[in-house]
């Protein structure tokens, strides 16, 4: 059992964009995600299980890093919502995308995490990821102390200082660009799995139509019976064939732009949550410098003392975050169009097999007479 | 052929008591010639169908006083087509009389074959669209008037291509003389499209929105398969009310039209069976032809419904899907106007494009879903209710030939009573009344007889309609299958370079 990490410098040993989160495996109520990467060096693979409480810990690590200049300017991967057994509907929909398809795109979202998590150059040498990657035994349960990344201490009234006028361009245009498209994009997701869920549905209802034809097929050498449980049989097939389009479409539908849109969806709320840190940290320095210039004389040099050190501070943040949102914004375009293109590609190569099968049953059922 | 051998009079086990003085038979506005001198004594078999040629008599008007006596008395549907009030289910315009005439013609062969030879015998030719709905008239009492155009190379027209415009109305007017005319004698006439009360006072209010285009839709399509059905059945082509409809361009309005809702329908049925169920006795079927038939019916009805109710849900969920799709369009293409990146941007543009065309293809689908197997499976659900009414009739067709023998029996009684006691008065009345009765028993097995076969070739031929109308509706939709994909493939090709276009 480790103790809590206190180093902070090391260099993951694992091939960051390899990392892969396999399968999950069922116990009772507890879902289990096995993680896989490949070593560095040599050949051989890391194999270990982990929980969602597992990713809860690396994370809240990750916050922790307060020594690490400008921290507070970093654009947190972010962790999915729990994954539950028998999960509520309300849980469910939070989950949108990735609570369909038995928690195959959840895995491919605790995945990308994990990648992104690596491929960053602060968040990569922070001990607990080698720790989370690496050891046998599941990381450390105890509670991380608390941090100013805790969500709950976010309060309401803090929200105010969200529409708190920049100084700096640059991040007043982030800022509001954010803004739109994070309201855009949850609502594309959103929309989106409502189409595929239809499709779903449809999905379904083919199949009870195929096996209500099957029921239509009559006994007897009656050449009409049979003409007609022939044509019925016929049809049948046919839907089947048009059940596993559809099931394809809505697949390729979920694991591609559906994927997509539910990451750069939550990487949007990210980036808000850094902006709002930055933001909070303006408001906290614009108070500072009241405080100095109106402090009396007593006071004077204790405030600006703490004027200064919240300005380098600051400073800090908006280095980071200026590098943070330049990198966010290549990865972003970069994985919506791989989405996109995935995503095109796949339907296409499902709507050319299909319109094979399809075209072959006409020909049969033209044949028929 | 029967047993023709004259035994005695058979114990017949059950049989309603009739009194004596009650007349089953209607009084036939002429005099009743003489039937054939031997009579089947043999009554509690029948045979069905395969009497000779020469037990037609010509009485065209007794069977058509009969027939407007089964409509006012016993047939199920009175009530269904009649509750507005006394009006006749025959429109005043064509009086009985005038029909009889081209009817003998009909009941006087035997064979259906001479029938069509005589009358010039083309092939099938002929081709029916309703379109162009029209409101005329303003407020509530307005009405749709569709454009009925016929092209057609048969003989039996004066011209090869034609039009009229009639209204609903009209249509539900030319069933209820069918049903009345053949229904009762064999003949599955097919039942009339559909009456939707809200439907149409939308449109009557002028309300122009997509559920009322909806339903104009709907309800042109079914008026447009109803008459082709008509026309299709070789007799029904031929009858007078039919050749008006399509050809007079001034229509009387028909005077009450109580349309077989589905509602409608329902009663009928269960009326029928009622009716059915009224005749206690159990008919004794040795034709087990009728017994596979019905059952047969039975069992499509079941899985008809099935199929109908499972493609319903189908064009629910695919009209959901393209409302879901329209959507998702629309947020699409907002996420593309607000991205920075240029190329992104342009692509999600597309792809809002994109997922717009698929809708639309979503929408056709649908549209074919619908018309192509719930208008079709729905039409053959109400054809099979006439199914099973023709069936009812020739059973009670069997139940009045067997009372008329009762009745026999009992005048017989009473002509020997009377000649034992020697009456030589009352003596005369009963052998009157005897042989009026042996020409009603005999005109009673020829009824049923003539209803057996009918519905023997009705059902051979709806048989054969019915493998046809499927085929050709799987047809239509696998070629519009194969078309979508094709358009499906089209777009995403021209997706794939944008995509791939955005860095």
């Known amino acids: 059992m480790m103790e809590e990490v206190k180093e902070v410098v090391s260099t993951l040993s694992v091939h960051g964009p390899n990392i892969k989160v396999t399968e999950v495996l069922k116990d009772g109520d507890t879902l289990t995600f096995l993680v896989v990467s490949q070593k560095l060096s040599g050949t051989g693979e890391y194999h270990v299980g982990r929980t969602y409480e597992d990713f809860e810990w690396l994370q809240q690590h990750l916050f922790s890093q307060e020594d690490e200049p400008g921290i507070q300017g970093v654009i947190f991967p972010s962790l999915p919502a729990k994954a539950q057994v028998n999960a509520s509907p309300k849980v469910m929909k939070q989950l949108g995308f990735l609570g369909l398809g038995e928690w195959l795109l959840y895995c491919k979202a605790l995945e990308s995490f994990l990648q992104q998590i690596a491929a960053h150059s602060i968040l990569s040498r922070n001990k607990a990821v080698e720790i989370f990657l690496t050891s046998s035994d599941p990381p450390g349960r105890q509670r991380v102390r608390k941090n100013i990344f805790n969500r709950l201490s976010q309060a309401v009234e803090e929200r105010r200082k969200e529409g708190h006028k920049d100084v700096d361009e640059f991040f007043q245009t982030e800022r509001h660009q954010n803004l739109v498209l994070t309201g855009c994009t949850r609502t594309a997701a959103e929309k989106f799995l409502d189409v595929v869920q239809s499709e779903q549905k449809i999905a379904v209802a083919y199949g009870h139509f195929s096996a209500s034809l099957h029921l239509c097929v009559e006994p007897g050498e009656d050449p009409d019976k049979q003409a007609f449980s022939n044509a019925c049989m016929k049809l049948s097939k046919v839907f089947d064939s048009m059940k596993k389009n559809m099931t394809s479409v809505a697949e390729n539908n979920m694991n591609t732009l559906g994927l997509g849109l539910d990451l750069e969806s939550r990487c949007q709320e990210a980036e808000k949550e850094m902006l709002f840190r930055r933001t909070c940290k303006l408001v906290e320095l614009e108070t500072a410098r009241r405080n100095a210039e109106k402090a009396k004389p007593l006071k004077k040099a204790a405030m600006e003392e703490a004027k200064k050190a919240l300005e380098t501070e600051f400073d800090h943040i908006c280095g980071v975050a200026k590098q943070e949102v330049a990198r966010f914004q290549a990865a972003r375009v970069e994985m919506l169009q791989q989405a996109l293109v995935q995503w095109c590609e796949k339907q296409l190569l499902t709507a050319k097999e299909s319109a094979d099968q399809f075209n072959q049953h006409l020909q049969a059922f033209r044949g028929m007479a | ?503």
């Open chain 2, 1 to 503: 052929m029967a047993d023709t051998a004259r035994d005695p009079p058979p114990e017949l086990s059950d049989f309603q008591e009739v009194q004596d003085g009650e007349d089953l038979f209607p009084e036939p506005s002429a005099t009743l010639e003489s039937g054939p001198a031997s009579l089947p004594a043999d009554n509690s078999t029948n045979s069905n169908g395969s009497k000779q040629d020469s037990l037609f008599d010509d009485d065209p008007e007794d069977l058509f006083a009969e027939a407007t006596e089964e409509v006012s008395l016993d047939s199920p549907e009175r009530d269904v087509l009649l509750s507005d009030g006394p009006s006749p289910a025959i429109t005043p315009i064509t009086p009985p009389c005038s029909l009889i005439t081209p009817h003998m013609d009909m009941f006087t062969h035997s064979s259906f074959d001479e029938i069509e030879e005589e009358e010039g015998g083309d092939s099938f030719d002929m081709n029916i669209s309703v379109s162009d709905p029209e409101k005329v008239g303003d407020g509530m009492h307005a009405y749709m008037a569709y454009k009925v155009s016929i092209k057609t190379s048969m003989s039996l027209f004066r011209t090869h291509e034609f039009s009229v415009k009639r209204r609903f109305s009209d249509f539900l007017g030319l069933h209820s003389k069918l049903a009345s005319k053949y229904l009762h004698m064999g003949y599955i006439v097919p039942p009339a499209p559909e009456k939707s009360i809200v439907g149409m006072t939308k449109v009557k209010v002028g309300k122009e929105d997509q559920s009322s285009n909806e339903f104009l839709e709907k309800r042109r399509s079914a008026l447009e398969r109803y008459l082709m059905r008509t026309v299709q059945h070789p007799t029904l082509l031929k009858d007078p009310d039919v050749l008006q409809f399509l050809e007079s361009s001034e229509l009387p309005r028909a005077v009450s039209t109580q349309a077989l809702s589905s509602a409608g329908i329902l009663r009928m049925v269960n009326k029928a069976a009622e009716a059915v169920n009224k005749m206690t006795i159990k008919m004794n079927e040795s034709d087990a032809w009728f017994e596979e038939k019905q059952q047969h019916f039975e069992n499509l009805d079941v899985q008809l419904r099935k199929l109908h109710a499972s493609v319903e849900s189908l064009v629910c969920h695919r009209r959901e899907l393209s409302v879901n799709t329209a959507l998702f369009a629309k947020s699409a293409a907002m996420l593309g106007n607000s991205e920075d990146h240029t190329a992104l941007s342009r692509a999600l543009s597309q792809l809002a494009e994109v997922e717009e065309k698929m809708d639309q293809l979503h929408q056709d689908q649908a549209h074919a879903d619908f018309y192509c197997f719930s208008e079709l499976l729905g039409d053959y659900v109400r054809l099979l209710t006439a199914v099973k009414c023709v069936f009812d009739h020739r059973m009670k067709t069997w139940q009045k030939w067997q009372d008329g023998q009762i009745h026999l029996q009992k005048k017989r009684e009473a002509e020997a009573k009377l000649q034992f006691n020697n009456k030589p008065e009352k003596l005369q009345q009963a052998k009157e009344d005897m042989r009026e009765m042996e020409g009603k028993v005999q005109q009673g097995e020829r009824d049923f007889e003539l209803i057996s076969k009918t519905i023997r070739r009705e059902v051979s031929r709806f048989e054969k309609e019915r493998v046809k109308d499927f085929k050709s509706i799987i047809l239509k939709y696998l070629e519009s299958l194969v078309l979508t994909q094709q358009k499906l493939i089209k777009y995403w090709d021209a997706f794939l370079p944008e995509a791939k276009a955005i860095s």
